[in-house]
């Protein structure tokens, strides 16, 4: 029972540069989200999805794209990575967003 | 803006103390409060959660206190232990648009000494 997996685990970025980052669940939730984490600022909503072909922005959309062809796949991509996008993001999923949160191991991206 | 405001941003406690950390909301359309706990190189992790129809739930021995009026809720960690030093997040949600959607808080940094 994997859970929400997250790859890659650690990138660096070269400014201007483009990448998606990976996340993939096996809990059929309905349900899928990314944040950033930075220092002092919390976990910050990017993008989340409420089912196949459903997403929509959160707090902090700008620079990135999401796509949600199947239950289990939501990717997120970096149009042109910038300094101000070195973060640490979290995939999430959860059966409705009224309940528990299963969180991926994170993927830590330095942009230089 | 944070929807959340979370305290305080770190705590130190003595083990065997009681730490507490506590929220502070705003929109009263929050219907669903949990708490993560986040572990130096993990995702975070629900803890514990409560909805606003209850003034109190504890697991064990972490305990959340929720006051409605006041708009503030807070985790108390009972007979705290050095395992218990993570970063936890106080976290809302609501529905907006016909979805549900959360917001964190900004986290706190608790270490127990022993």
């Known amino acids: 029972n994997a859970g929400v997996t997250q790859t890659p685990k650690f990138q660096v970025l070269k400014t201007g540069q483009s990448m998606t980052l990976q996340c993939a669940q096996d809990?059929?939730?309905?349900?899928m989200s990314w944040y950033r984490q930075d220092p002092g600022m919390g976990l910050r909503l990017i993008h989340y999805s409420v089912g196949a072909g459903i997403t929509d922005q959160g707090e902090v959309p700008n620079g990135y794209n999401v796509s949600r062809s199947t239950t289990e796949d939501f990717p997120l991509r970096l149009l042109s990575a910038a300094p101000s996008q070195t973060s640490v993001y979290f995939c999430a999923s959860s059966a409705d967003m009224n309940t528990e949160a299963f969180f991926g191991q994170g993927t830590r991206l330095t942009v230089v | 803006q944070q929807q959340v405001k979370q305290s305080p941003q770190s705590l130190i406690v003595q083990k065997g103390g009681i730490s507490i950390i506590n929220c502070a909301y705003e929109?009263?359309?929050?219907?669903?409060f949990p708490w993560y706990q986040q572990f130096p190189g993990k995702g975070p992790a629900l803890l514990i959660a409560i909805r606003p129809d209850v003034s109190e739930k504890k697991e064990g021995r972490f305990t959340i206190s929720f006051n409605k009026s006041a708009k503030q809720f807070s985790l108390h960690i009972m007979d705290s232990q050095p395992g218990d030093s993570a970063t936890y997040f106080c976290a809302a949600s609501w529905v907006s648009g016909g979805y549900q959607k959360v917001t964190f808080g900004t986290g706190t940094k608790l270490q127990v000494i022993p």
């Open positions: 809990m059929n939730h309905e349900y």
């Open positions: 929109n009263t359309a929050f219907d669903y």
